[in-house]
């Protein structure tokens, strides 16, 4: 797969620099433990706040924490974070869901987080991340103390980058990891993934699925040819809003994701944000991490993603409202 998340690095350093706003959301910081099928997982919750006290300056997060919890009967997002990212990278959005009565969890990707990217080049971590969504999504509905306020019928996933990969696994696409072969031999590369695919080791188990999610959010998936062909997407049959950013970057080849559309059994809801890059879809930088995380926080000219978010959030509302109503 091609390499995707840089600047992700940084992402870590989000929770001391995101600006402390008034909003509505409340949030909670969770621990998944550790089981037979994978490592603990860290995340944190967003959900619908009761009342609208004023957020501690001093908080890590937008939000109120453990506020009480507006609604009975709530939506699930669950929430997949790019290459060497972090489950904070998509927090404007998860707001925002939140303000309109989801509650939406994020969790860390182990191994492959700005601060733990020690297999962020294994196939390992493609093979996991989708088990580690669904372990998310039983530990939502079972161990959480607050499960009895979801309505199991009502589950949705929002995923960006590596994390749009990570969605499209989880919703029934079978990718094909032999595809690298060709990949590997026009850059040369050296990593585990093409050490391994080049002596044979590709990755042939059967993926990860979940068929408790109802609509997906995808956003600027790494593509390459062969990763997820017509038959390998034929179990993909849930709705599914599908971005793509118009110059791509990163290792996201825009045409790529323009291929992957008549692919698909059930057609998109298709869009591409105008004159945007990869990370045009990562949560506006306040001044601080911008000038920490330039690649990270840097868009075309012209370009505004405050804009753009409010646009983006807002579709991810309506979107989400309408197909799991």
Known sequence: MPRTGLGGIVLGTVCCLVATLAQAAGIRFIDVPADVSGPALAGVVWTPCATRPVPSETAALPGVVNCPIDGKGLPLIVVSHGRRGSFLAHSDTATALADAGFVVAAINHPGDTAKDAGRTDAFSVLIERPQDMRRLTDFMLGVWKEAPVLDPQRIGLFGFSRGAYTGLVVIGGNPDFG???????????STPKCVAVREGRAPTEAPVHDPRIKAAIIADPPLIEGLFTRERLAEVTIPML???SALGGDGVVPEAIDELVPALSVRPDYRIAPNSSHFS???PCPPQLAEA???????PPGFDRRAFHAEFNAAAVTFFRTQLK
């Open 293 to 299: 995380a330039p690649v990270l926080c840097t868009d």
């Open 281 to 283: 879809f990562v949560r």
């Open 179 to 189: 595809a690298l072969a060709g990949l590997c031999e026009k850059t040369g590369a």
């Open 242 to 244: 599908l971005w793509r």
